[in-house]
């Protein structure tokens, strides 16, 4: 049985944060989360503003692939004021909030890979997108979009059925969508606030990486790069090993990773 409705006050009861989540705007169904989001912090929306939707009827990943978020799966963004340099570590902190509060709600063992895909025994759970409006050297806002496969049956989706999971399929029961929003929140607040004070975000997400070591092919526009995911830099972006032996940097936002 899926959850009824969500409601702001749902969620901010009894939530331990400063100011992500305090204002929630919730939508039985919404194109896209982002879209509303980037509507809402143009009209200046307060920092932590969330959006949430039930389903989204249009959802997007990056370049515009399509993200399938039906009643039972978590859709929201949340409104950040960044400054330029926090910017590259949202789809960090991002996926590590995602991670920690999977392990910590439901008791799964996640990956991380590059740069932002949740996965549980290698099928993608999440998907992030983060967009935001740079002038000159000012961030306007950032929002960050999460989209969590809860309580949904992968193999209802045959575009999707081979390559995703939920959780509810990997636990074999239904979970609390509450519950993993409130983490969600409260992971993504502490995260935030510790960006100023080193680099302990870009570590712990390095370190849940799946993807260093192994052999990947990497398409950026019409060019597929191959080589070994050597590291990552503190920006985010991936050291590629060419078969040459050269080392190029990818960043990530415009390219797909294969294998
Ligand atoms: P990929 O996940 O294919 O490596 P990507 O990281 O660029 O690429 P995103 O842009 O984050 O992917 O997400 C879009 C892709 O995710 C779609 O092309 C589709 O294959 C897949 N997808 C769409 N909806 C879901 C879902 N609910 N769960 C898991 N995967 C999905």
């Not at 009894?14 to 879209?35: E, R």
């Not at 978020?69 to 409104?79: F, M």
Request: net charge neutral; charged share 25%.
């Amino acid at each position: 049985m899926v959850e009824e409705n969500l409601s702001p006050a749902d969620i901010t009861h009894k939530l331990k944060t400063d100011f992500i989540g305090h204002k929630v705007i919730a939508y039985p169904s919404l194109t896209s989360t982002n879209d509303i989001a980037k509507r809402e912090a143009k009209k200046g929306a307060r920092e932590g503003t969330v959006i949430l939707a039930e389903e989204q009827t249009a959802g997007r990943g990056r370049l515009k692939r399509a993200w399938l978020s039906p009643r039972g799966s978590i859709a929201l963004s949340i409104i950040l004021h960044p400054t330029p340099a926090q910017l590259p570590s949202l789809s960090m902190l991002a996926s590590l909030a995602v991670a920690r509060c999977i392990e910590k709600v439901g008791g799964l063992e996640t990956q991380i890979k590059w740069p932002n895909d949740v996965l549980i025994n290698g099928k993608k759970v999440c998907g992030i997108l983060i967009e935001s409006d740079v002038r000159g050297s000012a961030v306007d806002y950032a929002v960050i979009g999460i989209g969590l496969n809860v309580n949904l049956k992968p193999a209802d989706f045959p575009e999707i059925a081979a390559t995703a999971t939920s959780l509810s399929h990997e636990l074999g029961r239904e979970l609390s969508r509450l519950q993993i929003i409130r983490c969600l929140l409260e992971e993504m607040e502490n995260l935030y606030l510790e960006l100023p004070e080193g680099d302990s975000v870009f570590r712990e997400w390095r370190d849940r990486l799946v993807t260093l070591g192994k052999e990947v092919e990497v398409s950026s526009g019409k060019t597929i790069y191959k080589g070994i995911a050597e590291s990552v830099a503190s920006d985010g972006s991936l050291l590629l090993r060419q078969p040459d032996g050269s080392l190029i940097k990818i960043v990530a936002g415009d390219v797909t990773l294969r294998r």
